[in-house]
């Protein structure tokens, strides 16, 4: 999580599943190349065929304090068809990279990183068959199941938004679209990302992509940037209070 400095901008976060494919059991978070050190590297460190870092490109309006920034780590094991997984069993503290200083493009804003596994066998589109019902559905009357088309290959994707963004990760025109510089260092971000760490060690891991349907991980072996803005907003923290001043009309 990246906390915000200002009260009506909200504080960012995303999840990845990372699996550990090496002899260990499971995750090692004390022989390099540990898994946090990757996650922090891939905000802020300058890889190579990299111009900025990632952090760069981030929003002066989140949080450069000391530590303010956290990775919580849940266990899903035993909740791989998406049932309750539990509380996090570990936490880590570290501190967001420099931005750029350029000004900071509206909230939202922020890149659209799509990751795919390997398809293999699987069909876009499948047979129809009975299917849960989603959980918002359901608490609107529909039953719990229904009869519906499948998709197997969505369930191999997944996607990340990034941002939200300064406005030196857009060009001077076509404001709409990512930087070319912004989208290569980004691409070569990700591309380190979904690689496989560790190769030689016991403590060997991927960012996988989670299918509650399946429920089952596999490998990322595909991106793809595009090219525009996307745009997400997020609901405000129920723990924080937002003043508003309405304005009689004269």
Do not use: K
């Amino acid at each position: 999580m990246i906390p915000s400095t200002h009260d009506h901008i909200d504080n960012v976060s995303f999840s990845l599943i990372l699996e550990a494919t090496g002899s260990d059991v499971g995750l090692d978070f004390s022989t390099s190349q540990t898994p946090q050190a990757l996650l922090e590297a891939f905000l802020n460190s300058t890889l190579a065929g990299q111009t900025n870092p990632l952090c760069y490109y981030i929003s002066g309006n989140m949080s450069r304090a000391t530590n303010a920034c956290s990775i919580s780590w849940t266990d899903i094991t035993a909740a791989l068809n998406g049932t309750p997984a539990g509380s996090p069993f570990r936490t880590d503290q570290f501190t967001l990279g420099a931005s750029s200083g350029h000004a900071d493009l509206p909230p939202g804003c922020c890149a659209v990183i799509a990751l795919r596994a390997d398809y293999g066998s699987e069909l876009e589109h499948g047979v129809t068959v009975s299917m849960p019902s989603t959980d918002s559905a359901i608490d609107q009357g529909a039953p719990a199941t229904h009869m519906g088309v499948e998709r197997p290959r969505a369930r191999s994707r997944g996607r990340l938004y990034f941002g939200p963004l300064e406005n030196y990760a857009s060009p001077s025109t076509n404001a709409g679209l990512l930087s070319s510089t912004f989208a290569a260092d980004l691409a070569t971000a990700v591309n380190g990302l979904i690689d496989t760490h560790n190769t030689v060690s016991a403590n060997q891991f991927n960012v996988v992509n989670w299918s509650r349907r399946n429920a089952s991980v596999a490998p990322y072996t595909h991106y793809f940037i595009n090219e525009a803005f996307g745009y997400q907003r997020r609901r405000a923290d129920v723990t924080e209070t937002r003043v508003h001043n309405w304005v009689a009309r004269v």
